[in-house]
């Protein structure tokens, strides 16, 4: 029984702590298979070793359930949760799309609580309950600790969120929409439900205020000449924006992080940018 139970734990601890990176980083899996790609590989070299060390074949089984078994039920049960394989993308190459979804503070928020709690949990459990001390998930544990308290530190410092619709050629018109606190996922068809026009996810601007709190806008576009009727659409129209001067920054096709730091006059002064893709 505590066989099972410790594989469980090892388990279910791994694969927290490479869901919660694939959550901090934006919910790109890259990060987070490197990590488990690492930690097996480490894992099947010490079995390695026992082999090459001339260990019974019952001892070597042993090492290789303690080992790798765990890290690689944990990958399994991480590209699962995070959708699937992707047999059908090898098979035919496509161009990465954007993702339209936006993850909000609030889910960030229960994240990070989930992962601290579950943390506190199973640290302990790794040291002074299990048989032998589990030191590889101990620090596991404190790994996910440690992110756990700084995303969480770092969400409360939003103030708000929006989404920023731009309209035209040139995004001659912007549109908002305030994210409601308690949304966990919002998506295009949320804040604009006209299917005739195609909306781009262009990035994300952080405006940094002067109470040291800072406001989180998703950017999308509909790139068109036409007019659009805005009437029917829950998006509300701005009237200014404090980095309407710096919208070059963003293009399509492009998805960018921008920083900017707003005046007491209510203008943004840019700070830095990341191209995303």
């Not at 139970?5 to 987070?32: D, P």
Request: a positive charge; proline letters at 2%; charged letters at 25%.
């Amino acid at each position: 029984m505590d066989f099972i139970v410790e594989l469980i734990y090892s388990s279910v601890s791994t694969f927290i702590l490479a869901y919660f990176i694939y959550v901090i980083f934006g919910r790109k899996r890259k990060i987070s298979v490197i990590i488990l790609s690492i930690m097996i590989l480490y894992q099947v070299i010490a079995v390695l070793q026992g082999v090459g060390r001339g260990y019974p074949i019952e001892a070597v089984i042993i090492l290789f359930i303690y080992g790798p078994t765990p890290t690689i039920f944990a990958f399994f049960l991480f590209m699962t949760f995070t959708g699937g394989f992707g047999v059908a993308r090898i098979r035919k190459r496509k161009l990465k799309s954007i993702s339209s979804h936006i993850q909000t503070k609030r889910l960030t928020e229960l994240a990070s609580i989930m992962v601290i709690i579950v943390s506190i949990i199973l640290a302990p459990i790794a040291i002074f309950v299990m048989e032998e001390p589990n030191y590889l998930i101990f620090i596991v544990c404190i790994i996910s600790l440690a992110l756990g308290i700084y995303m969480l530190i770092s969400v409360i410092q939003i103030k708000m969120e929006k989404v920023i619709l731009f309209v035209g050629k040139n995004k001659e018109k912007f549109y908002f929409y305030d994210i409601p606190k308690n949304a966990l996922k919002v998506e295009v068809k949320d804040f604009y439900k006209n299917e005739m026009y195609i909306v781009d996810a262009i990035g994300e601007a952080t405006l940094y205020l002067e109470d040291k709190k800072y406001e989180k806008h998703y950017l999308y576009w509909i790139a068109t000449s036409e007019k659009i009727d805005m009437k029917n659409e829950v998006v509300e129209e701005m009237r200014a924006l404090s980095y309407k001067e710096h919208l070059d920054h963003f293009e399509k096709y492009h998805y960018k992080k921008v920083v900017f730091k707003e005046n007491r006059n209510g203008t943004a002064v840019f700070i830095k940018e990341k191209i995303v893709k």
